[in-house]
């Protein structure tokens, strides 16, 4: 039976004889806690009673007969604090250091209490040290300025109590107390703080069966329900572990940050939060600040998190967000973890101290010097690299991998959370390249990022070598393994480096002066997320018709290795090879008047050049082309506390892994953001096995209220549904940028309907509306309001062009067809173009085509046909023109278009004539040329008299002429003879 076991064993006898004195001590106080034992026959440890009289001389033996002296004090008034002794179960049981003279703490109340004692008397106060475990500042050290400290000297597994008597003067820091576990409270100035140092959560504290026993926690609230309230009128029962309720009747301020003041404005908010959680979190792994689970075993509701929100509207402060149920805001740090080195500066150091004690440093991360300079040079070009990374070339030298290869079998690397978190592992590395040894850094190129240094090498054979290393990580059967060269370095690219955040990509090893091997680390396992990021292939070639005049350069592109140059519209061009040396130079602000043709900017021209060679260029921004990298030695934080000191603190010290970093003393240190972030405001995931359930919705979105109203073409119109890409366009390569752009919906896995409307919008509305700003100023921009996949790829696609309204629908299978039905017709209205180009069979085939009033053009490519009449009277404004069968060689300069000016005219099947209309009235000449728009030399004729004279007279008139547009008619030298002229082309 331990000590405290038997205390209470004591207390639980002595509550039957002297029930009122154990309350008082029990229940105002708490339980004493022994902490020197002696028994009566023994006398030992009773120095302290001489000069006072023994436990014989109170007239007693403890406990007595039927214990009837349990519990009955005894002080020693020599010692300074006073020392109480308690009768116990074996005698005098308990010695308690702290004992004052009546002062406030637990009272008695003069009948069953410590009245008999000259010390305290009856009804009297007295104030212990370590009642109950618990440590009262206010009776340790100088109890003034010292007391926390004093009593947390040593309090493993106790408990610090700052109580409202104890004065404000000492204010202590988490860093105060090294005892561990530990918890200090705090209750001065209204208020009660809480602090845990290294709680832990198991036997034999109660366990409710829902968390193990290994989980830590501060403070637990657990609660059981298992009866109902004995008397209940209300319509709901309301259940919880713990209830906040907080009413805010003060007034309060939300003026936000209005523009247009000075400093001296008055700006800010009132801000109230009943439960507020803040965590600040330096360690690896899962954060989770607030986590809820809720099983349900019963139906009825189930919600984990339920918010009700009510309120009365009102925005009208600058930064006012109105009323929402839940706002999620997911923000990337907008800095890094910037400081100097200030001891332990070696080159290779895996401990070095900075000045930041509370910055962002933060474990995972990856460090590098950023006073030494790195190695620069371009990308020109990726492959396939060692693995699943990427190789890239470059144009500068660096250092070849001494070796590498591929691990034989896997290595399973245990985790070890204490430092220095690694452990010794033997393993063998199938060489592909040179030998391990142990003076290198090497490089794991596999699930995880890791750099290490072998602890042993043996010699390779058949192959095959043996090494040891002390790792952190496990690592796959196959994983390369690099040593030296590169190693150990981070590339970095300045083209996408903005307001100042870094981004470094693991360089694992080097396999020539010219290639890295490179590695992108995510979800345990490396990629090439390279090969999208860096834009290498971006050579333009222009034909030699370049030149200027005064600032403006002018060329037309014959060659580019770019996906869409014009996309890069506004984009600077570093231009090499004119014979004008002028031309070679940043030529700014690209502009394209087509696909090949465009113009940019020197400001330093005049005059005008011109090229008589055909020069080159690439993408270039006003200080680096997108393909500049530097290469700088990196190495992953371990640790940011400085174990040495009890306890732990962040004191700007960061233990690292293995590197080559030069460091020096004063030298700058960077922490970058990891590349590979995820960032996601809101995850919905609905797991639901019943396939008979009434309702499943993955994300439910509803309005109500007479408030519920907006439309109109704007895309920050009221809407159910809101999507903002808040990037300037100038980020994304369609307008100068670097970047891609997002998607808007991502919708992968099987679906029924695509997007499901109840009913359809507004009259005269549009399903899908496309808005557009700068866009259609673009000649070139062009997009895809629709395109579908097939088996052979895209198949089917609709294009349109902002710019000139043009709008085209593709067939780009190479069987499939496009077919056009209507019941009743298909109507083109306005002045419809219709192209039917294809070869083959494919034609507009059966019903009616219905124009409204306005011009016909069409374009008939054989063996294609349009294999239906047309009948339209056509508009004065229309020119003259002909319909030819272009595969029969004809050209005209109409360009194979027929317009028809003013008249009825038929489109026919090609294989028949097409009747070309037109009339005379005869002069007093013996012959008149007749306009006849169409014809031809070897086209055919015929004249119908109109009035009597002309009957009389058609025996001696005739056709004497054929040639392009017009005919000669031989007459009698009669005037006014009136004809009609019908003719066709063949």
Partial sequence: MSLSQKVTSSMRSISKRFPALILSFIVLTGLVTAQQRSNLSSQVNWQKLTGNGTPASRGFVCPGTNNVYLGLPYTDTSTTPNTLYMCGLDGWVVRVDGMDAPQSGASSDGVAGPSDHRNIPANASVTMQTPGGIRYASQYGNRTNNGISSAAAGADNQTVVADASYPPTEVPTPYSFSASPFHYRDMRNGVQVDYFHNPTFGSPLLNMNVYPASVSGGQHYDCLFDKPPTTWTGHNILGGCAHTTQIDNMPGWSIGNPSGFDSGAGSGWSTFIPTELVHYTRTSGITETLAIVQQKYSTGDNAPLYVYTNGEGGTVSASDEGTEGIASNVTEDSSEFTSTCSSGCTSGSISIKTPASNGAQGQGRYLYDSTQRPATGHVTSIANGLGSGSALTLDSAVSVSNAWGTLAAAVNTPVQPQPPFTTTETFNVNVARGAFDTTHLA???????????????????????????SLRRPHASGTYIFQGGACGSGIEFPAFTHNGLHYLFDVVGSTDAHTLQTVAFAYGKSNARLNYLVPVTQTMTFSNSMSSSGSTVSFNLTATTLHR?????????????????????????????????????????????????????????????????????????????????????????????????????????????????????????????????????????????????????????????????????????????????????????????????????????????????????????????????????????????????????????????????????????????????DAGTNAITGGQMNLASGSFHAQVKAPARIAATYAETLPATGSSGQLVDIANGATTAAGHVAMFSNTTARLQDSGKALPLAASLSTTAATTDNVTVTGMTASGHCSLTPTNATAAMNLSKTYISAKSTDQIIVMHPAIASLTYDVLCTAY
């Fill in 443 to 469: 490089c794991f190129a596999g699930n995880f990022h890791e750099q290490a240094i072998p602890i042993a090498a043996g010699t390779p054979s058949g192959g095959v070598q043996s090494v040891t290393f």
């Fill in 565 to 837: 140059p014009d996309n890069h519209a506004g984009e600077a061009l570093a231009i090499s090879g004119a014979s004008d040396p002028a031309l070679n130079t940043i030529c700014t602000n690209m502009q394209w008047t087509s696909q090949t043709a465009g113009t940019c900017t020197v400001s330093s021209l005049s005059g005008t050049h011109k090229t008589t060679t055909s020069p080159a260029a690439t993408l270039a921004t006003s200080t680096e082309a997108q393909n500049t990298y530097n290469l700088y030695p990196i190495a992953e934080v371990l640790d940011v506390q400085n174990e040495a000191l009890s306890p732990p603190q962040v004191d700007g010290t960061l233990a690292l892994e293995p590197n080559r970093i030069a460091f020096a003393t004063g030298d700058a240190v960077r922490e970058t953001h990891h590349y590979s972030g995820n960032f996601v405001p809101g995850v919905f995931r609905n797991d639901v096995k019943n396939p008979y359930l009434t309702l499943m919705k993955g994300l439910n979105v509803s309005v109500q209220g007479y408030g519920a109203q907006g439309g109109g073409g704007s895309a920050t119109t009221n809407s159910l549904v809101s999507l903002f890409n808040l990037n300037p366009d100038n980020y994304y390569i369609n307008s100068g940028g670097a970047l891609t752009p997002p998607n808007a919906i991502n919708v992968s896995g099987a679906y029924s309907l695509g997007i499901n409307f109840g009913q359809g919008p507004r009259s005269d509305e549009p399903l899908i509306n496309v808005q557009s700003d700068s866009q259609p100023e673009n000649p070139n921009y062009n997009y895809y309001p629709m395109a579908l996949n097939g088996k052979s790829g895209l198949v089917f696609q609709m294009n349109y062009q902002p710019n000139s309204g043009h709008f085209a629908i593709n067939s780009l299978g190479s069987t499939g067809t496009l077919q056009l039905y209507g019941q009743a017709g298909i109507t083109f209205a306005g002045a419809p173009i219709i192209s039917a180009i």
